[in-house]
C-alpha cells in the first residue's frame, strides 16, 4: 500500500502546499509549516483515492483512508477556527494542490503505463514530453479555458428554467447519440497500451500491482457474409488455411486471404442435444506425418482443403489425444479395465498398446491432462510414461506442465471463492484463494498459465500467473462492434484457446443475423521498459480526471476573490 511511488506524491504535495502558502500568507515560518502539511496530507488523500486506487486490494483500506480524510479535516477546521483563520485560503491551496498533482505526477504515470513497452530513456522521454504537453495546454490555454470555464457559470447564473429543458434535451440527444453509435473506444485503449487494466474498485483478493508485460495483437481480421451460428469450438491454422469445425459436426474450411468460405462439409450425422463440453474440444486437430486429422463427434478424418476421408468410427466422446515424444496417440475405452493406445499410420489406426487391469497391473483409470496420459491409482494421477512423476487427485480441472513436472487444480469453493493449487509432487503443493469466482480453465504456453473463460463465463479477461506461480497480467477480451447499433454484432464468444509458436491465440467470433467476423487474437510477452508497480492501474478513462482539472484554474485567493451569490439574479429582477 505504501511504497516509493506512493510516497513520492505525498512529498510533492507537501512541497507544493508550502510554495502556495509562502505566497499567500502573511504569517510565520511554523504556521506556513503547520498549515502546509495538514493542506498536504488532505491533498495527498484525495489523490490517493482519484489517482493510487490500484494500491489498495482490501476494501478496508479504501474506508480507512476516506475516513482519515475526514477525520484530519475536521482536526484541521478546529484549529484554524481557534486560530480565527479563513478555511477559504485553506480549501483554496488544496484545490491548487489536486490541480497541479493532476497535469504532473498523475498524467506521467499514465504515460509511463502507455509507454512501457519501449526502452527505459525511451520510455521515460516520451512521458516527460507528453505530459509537457499537457502542462504547456494548461499554462497557455489557461486564459481561453478560465474565459469559457467562467462563461459557463455565468450563463447558468442567468439562466431561466427554458435553458435548463433546452440543457436536458441536450443530455438526451447524447444518451441517444451514444446508444446508437459506437466510439471506437477499443482501438484508442489498444494503441495506449491501456486496456489491460484492473478495474477501479476491484477488492476481491485479485492483486492490482501486476507487471503488464503481455500484449494483444491482432494476427488477421475479416468478415464472412453469412452467420456460421453459436457452435463453433475449434480451429486449426495451417498456413492461409483456417479449419473450423461445429459442434454440429460441420467442417469450414477458410481461405484467411481471401476471406472467404472455400469448402464446407457435414462430416457425420451426429445428434443436435448432444454437443461436446468446453473442456473436452481442446485440440481435436492434429498432425500425423504432415497429414492433418479431425478426432470429431463422428469419428476419425483425415482432412484436405476441401475434401476428407472418415479413417475410424473411434469419436471425440470416447477417445482422447495425448503427444508421447512429439507423437500423437489415442486412448480409447474399451471396457471396464481395458484401454487401448493407437497410433495414425499411412491413415489408418494401429495399435500401440493394449492395458489392462490384472493382479500385476493395477490401477483405477485412465485420463489426459494437458496432452499427457496419466494413470490414476486411487486418488493418485502418475505420469504413465514417467511414473517418477505423480500428484495427488484433486476434483477440479487439472492442468499439467510437462516440461516443468508441475500440475495444476484450479476450483469454485462454494461459489464464493477461487481456489489455485500447484502441486510439485503428491506432498508439495502452494494453494492461493481468491475471493469471487474467476477463470479456473487454464493452459500452459512457455511456462505460463494462462487461466481463461469458457464460454458460460463472462469474467472478460485472461488472468496470467508466472512460472513462481504469481498472478503477474491480465488481457481483457476485446470486441468490435459496427457503427450503427442496427448493424452491430449482438453475439460475441470465443471458439478456443491454443498454443501456436509459444504464443496464446484465440480465435474471437461476433456475429449479427447476416454476418460473421472473425479475430484472431495472439498474446505476445513483452519486455517492459521500468519495472514498475502500476501497469494495471491506468486505463483510457483515467485521463478523464486529468481533462477535468485543466478546465478549472489555480488561483490565489490574495489577488483574485470571487464572491459568488445571487447578486446578477436580483439584478435581473429589478431590471
Known sequence: MLNLYTLLPLLFL????????????????????????????????????????????????????????????????????????DMDLQIETIKNNLILYAITIAPFYIFLTVFRFEGPFIQVLYSVL?????IFIYIFFR????YFTESIYLYFAEATANIFLLLWG?????????ALIDIPVNIVRQQLNLSDNVPYFSFNDFPTNLDNNFSQEKAFQFELPENLGTNLVDYYLDGDLLYVYSNQD?????????????????????????????????????????????????????????????????KTTN?????????????????????????????????????????????????VISSTLFKIDGDIYIDYFDDEYSFQFVNSSPL?????????????????????????????????????????YGIIVDEHVFYVEPPEQSIGRIEITNPTFQIDSIINHRKNTRFWVANQYHNSYIINYLAIDNELTYLQV???????????????????????????????????????????????YRTEITFIGFDQLLKKKKE
Request: charge should be negative; aromatic fraction near 18%; charged fraction near 20%.
Open 400 to 440: 499439467y506442465d510437462k516440461e516443468n513436472h508441475l500440475m495444476y487444480y484450479s476450483y469454485y469453493e462454494n461459489q464464493t471463492s477461487t481456489v489455485y493449487i500447484q502441486a510439485i509432487s503428491q506432498t508439495i503443493v502452494n494453494e492461493k484463494t481468491l475471493r469471487k469466482l474467476h477463470n479456473t
Open 319 to 367: 477417445t482422447k489425444i495425448f503427444y508421447h515424444n512429439e507423437e500423437p496417440f489415442l486412448l480409447k475405452t474399451q471396457g471396464s479395465g481395458l484401454y487401448h493406445i493407437y497410433q495414425v499410420e499411412d491413415d489408418e489406426i494401429v495399435l500401440y498398446e493394449e492395458i489392462e487391469r490384472d493382479s500385476e497391473n493395477n490401477f483405477t483409470s485412465f485420463t
Open 250 to 314: 460441420v467442417l469450414y474450411t477458410i481461405d484467411v486471404t481471401k476471406e472467404e468460405i472455400i469448402y464446407s462439409t457435414k462430416l457425420g450425422i451426429v445428434s443436435e442435444d448432444g454437443g461436446v463440453t468446453f473442456n473436452q474440444i481442446t485440440n481435436i486437430f492434429f498432425e500425423s506425418n504432415d497429414q492433418l486429422y479431425i478426432l470429431s463427434r463422428s469419428g476419425l478424418h483425415k482432412i484436405n482443403p476441401t475434401n476428407y476421408e472418415m479413417i475410424s468410427t473411434d
Open 14 to 85: 507537501l512541497i507544493s502546499s508550502f510554495y502556495f502558502n509562502k505566497k499567500k500568507l502573511d504569517e510565520s515560518l511554523p504556521y506556513i509549516l503547520m498549515v502546509s502539511f495538514f493542506e498536504g496530507i488532505i491533498s495527498y488523500f484525495f489523490v490517493y483515492l482519484i489517482f493510487l486506487e490500484g494500491f489498495f486490494d482490501k476494501f478496508y483500506q479504501y474506508l480507512i483512508m476516506f475516513l482519515l480524510i475526514a477525520v484530519i479535516s475536521y482536526i484541521f477546521f478546529l484549529i484554524e477556527k481557534d486560530l480565527d483563520n
Open 510 to 556: 461476433e456475429q449479427n443475423n447476416h454476418k460473421t467476423l472473425l479475430t484472431l487474437e495472439v498474446i505476445k510477452e513483452l519486455e517492459t521498459g521500468l519495472s514498475l508497480p502500476f501497469y494495471s492501474f491506468y486505463g483510457l478513462f483515467n485521463f478523464i480526471p486529468v481533462l477535468v482539472f485543466l478546465f478549472i484554474p489555480m488561483s490565489n
Open 170 to 178: 441536450v443530455v438526451v440527444f447524447l444518451v441517444i447519440t451514444f
Open 130 to 134: 507528453s505530459t509537457s504537453s499537457i
Open 143 to 146: 486564459e481561453p479555458l478560465n
